[in-house]
């Protein structure tokens, strides 16, 4: 069974918005979004939106496993969604498999860990979030154990499918089946928001515009 697709208009629309905004919209729903600890590690500026492709690893036994070839079956526009359980004294991507998702058009790369080769992917412009960034290789340390399952991030499941968004501000994740919702929601919010900005500038008083359009409720679970 593959990942079910979501159409690429709303990935566009997503792009035009801003985690802050969609964190809030998550809130109201009442769902956890935000990856705690995950940021921007080589490009700024860069807003990463895609549906994940999952890979999880475990450490490696005396019969060491592979960190795998799985990029070659990553489709464009998805994002690479590493769970390497919060390790940081080992990497699981470099440089060569930027440069092959680069090439391949794969919006970016999640890391529950860390990444290498930071200077060279900076150079290229591809956008990874992670935990940092640290030099030793994940080979003969860890292996992949499973490809398009379930895995955790910052202790929130990841499902392939889901929604992957990223800015300067950090990442989150929006479960499949709520993504035209979020969309929606968010929205609103970012439209509101603007109504208030708007307000200030034409001489309102802050307090008067965030309580004319309900700012400080905009997040609350309904």
Not at 40 to 53: E, I, K, N, S
Not at 82 to 102: E, F, H, K, P, Q
Not at 120 to 143: H, N, S, W
Request: aromatic content about 6%; charged content about 25%.
């Amino acid at each position: 069974m593959g990942i079910p697709k979501v159409d690429q208009k709303i990935i566009d629309a997503y792009k035009n918005l801003d985690t802050t905004s969609v964190s809030d919209a998550m809130d109201r729903l009442g769902i956890p979004a935000g990856l705690y600890g995950i940021k921007p590690v080589t490009t700024q500026g860069v807003v990463m939106c895609g549906q994940a492709f999952t890979v999880r690893y475990i450490p490696c036994g005396e019969v060491k496993g592979t960190v795998g070839d799985f990029l070659d079956d990553v489709e464009p526009g998805q994002v690479c969604v590493l769970d390497n359980g919060g390790r940081d004294y080992c990497t699981v991507w470099g440089d060569i498999m930027s440069m092959v998702a680069s090439a391949k058009n794969i919006a970016g790369t999640l890391i529950y860990g860390v990444c290498r080769d930071v200077k060279d992917i900076r150079a290229i412009k591809y956008p990874i979030f992670a935990l940092g960034a640290y030099m030793a290789t994940g080979k003969d340390r860890v292996e992949v154990a499973e490809i398009n399952g379930p895995v955790t991030v910052a202790g929130l499941k990841i499902c392939p499918g889901d929604l992957i968004f990223g800015d300067d501000t950090g990442a989150l994740v929006v479960p499949y089946d709520k993504i035209e919702k979020v969309l929606s929601i968010a929205k609103e919010i970012e439209e509101k928001e603007d109504v208030i900005r708007q307000a200030v500038k034409s001489g309102m008083t802050l307090r008067e515009a965030r309580a004319k359009m309900g700012y400080h409720n905009l997040q609350t679970k309904s």
